[in-house]
């Protein structure tokens, strides 16, 4: 079956960094785009970032464009989220899931919190 287990998170000072993993299993990684969601406290979920499936062209959101930088490694399975410049708002579990347009898996997801 399919699995998605993200990993990295934690507590981050505002202007710090962090990179968050997702280890993938149960289907042919390569073959799939894969994505970054996020959901802060008490709001709703919020597409972060989007890998086409061989790595070449990547998708960010405006809140994050120059800061984060999602990318993957096709021989681990494994598609990353490179976090930069964190700010209080970035603060939030953050979800690895399959898919661009359309996401069928999510992951359990792994918290990040941004605060001095």
């Known amino acids: 079956q399919v699995q998605l287990v993200e990993s990295g998170g934690g507590l981050v000072q505002p202007g710090g960094s962090l990179r968050l993993s997702c280890a993938a299993s149960g289907f042919t990684f390569s073959r799939h785009a894969m994505s970054w969601v996020r959901q802060a406290p008490g709001k709703g979920l919020e597409w972060v970032s989007s890998?086409?499936?061989?790595?070449?062209?990547?998708y960010d959101a405006d809140s994050v464009k120059g800061r984060f930088t999602i990318s993957r490694d096709n021989a681990k399975n494994t598609v990353y989220l490179q976090m930069n410049s964190l700010k209080p708002e970035d603060t939030a579990v953050y979800y690895c899931a399959k898919g661009f347009n359309s996401v069928d898996y999510w992951g359990q997801g792994t918290q990040v919190t941004v605060s001095s």
């Open positions: 890998i086409l499936s061989g790595g070449d062209s990547t």
